[in-house]
């Protein structure tokens, strides 16, 4: 039995740094959840796939969302992964009801403290929870976040089982978490969203 069978997570295609045609290949093989960074980039993949492909197939927003870009992501992405302030978040809302949909998203976590990544803190958890189901166009999901790059295997899965303490303790559906190089300890830990590149597409 493979950790995939054993937790039936959803596996994101991280096709960011992946052509188009090896999106269409990614497809033929059963994914259908493709992962990219960059709002423009994405949109760019998309109009170029087959009517076949974009129809069955479920886009997540992974990168940071720069405000300027929020009118262009919002209703392309079925998940936007990348959500770490109400300003963000309001402006997703307005987007999202001027278009007449609900946009599903997840609360980006920086429970490493590392500075040079997105997120918040732990503790501004509840508060942007609060504030974010406050507002009528968006649903969330979930939490989202990034391991350090290290070996300290010990590290990244204390990091992973607290994300998953804080979605049960909010009660979310999602979690993603779990990159090419430690997938397997965020699938021991609760991950229901893991997020592949390297892995998949060489």
Do not use: W
């Amino acid at each position: 039995m493979t950790f995939a069978d054993k937790f039936n997570p959803t596996i994101i295609a991280v096709s960011k740094y992946y052509t188009v045609n090896e999106m269409r290949e990614a497809f033929k093989v059963g994914l259908n959840n493709f992962g990219e960074n960059r709002v423009l980039d994405a949109i760019e993949k998309i109009n170029s796939l087959e009517e076949e492909i974009t129809s069955k197939s479920h886009y997540h927003l992974i990168g940071h969302l720069q405000s300027n870009k929020v009118k262009k992501a919002v209703g392309v992405f079925d998940l936007i992964h990348s959500v770490d302030s109400i300003k963000l978040a309001v402006e997703i809302d307005n987007i999202a009801a001027q278009k007449g949909i609900k946009q599903k998203i997840l609360i980006q976590v920086n429970n490493a403290g590392e500075q040079q990544k997105s997120g918040i803190a732990p503790s501004q958890l509840e508060n942007l929870v609060e504030e974010i189901q406050g507002l009528k166009n968006l649903s969330l999901e979930g939490l989202m976040t990034i391991a350090p790059l290290t070996d300290d295997t010990a590290l990244i899965r204390k990091l992973f089982r607290q994300m998953r303490e804080l979605k049960e303790e909010y009660n979310l559906k999602e979690l993603s978490m779990g990159m090419s190089n430690d997938y397997k300890i965020a699938l021991e830990e609760g991950a229901t969203m893991i997020r592949l590149g390297r892995t998949l597409f060489e």
